[in-house]
Nanobody, 122 residues
Framework: QVQLVESGGGLVQAGGSLRLSCVAS????????MGWFRQAPGKEREFVAA??????YYADSVKGRFTISRDNAKNTVYLQMNSLQLEDTAVYYC?????????????????WGQGTQVTVSS
């Protein structure tokens, strides 16, 4: 069983930055692609970013502002969020991509964290 635990969320003013972390249990973290998703109030959960051994992939809405990275020695994936906007307010989830391709499809992900709240204020 894999457990994913996110942290780093909080309240930030528009234009500010936050860095989310997701720590994974288990010994095979480096073998899997990882992704970040988010769900805003009243909206469906959506893809934000993914990282695989072929590269990093981003939703158009965050490209140029967010950066996904990982530290396999720490079993951790990060999401650096800069120039935050009001519409970035959401619960952010990390997840493990069982396919290994860094997909934006949610059904490719088999383990999910509990989420961390990010609130951007004006």
């Amino acid at each position: 069983q894999v457990q994913l635990v996110e942290s780093g969320g909080g309240l930030v003013q528009a234009g500010g930055s936050l860095r989310l972390s997701c720590v994974a249990s288990g010994r095979t973290f480096s073998s899997y692609s990882m992704g970040w998703f988010r769900q805003a109030p009243g909206k469906e959960r959506e893809f934000v970013a993914a990282i695989s051994w072929t590269g990093a992939y981003y939703a158009d809405s965050v490209k140029g502002r967010f950066t996904i990275s990982r530290d396999n020695a720490k079993n951790t994936v990060y999401l650096q969020m800069n120039s935050l906007q009001l519409e970035d307010t959401a619960v952010y989830y990390c997840a493990r991509d069982r396919t290994g391709v860094g997909s934006s499809r949610q059904d490719n992900y088999d383990y999910w964290g509990q989420g961390t709240q990010v609130t951007v204020s004006s």
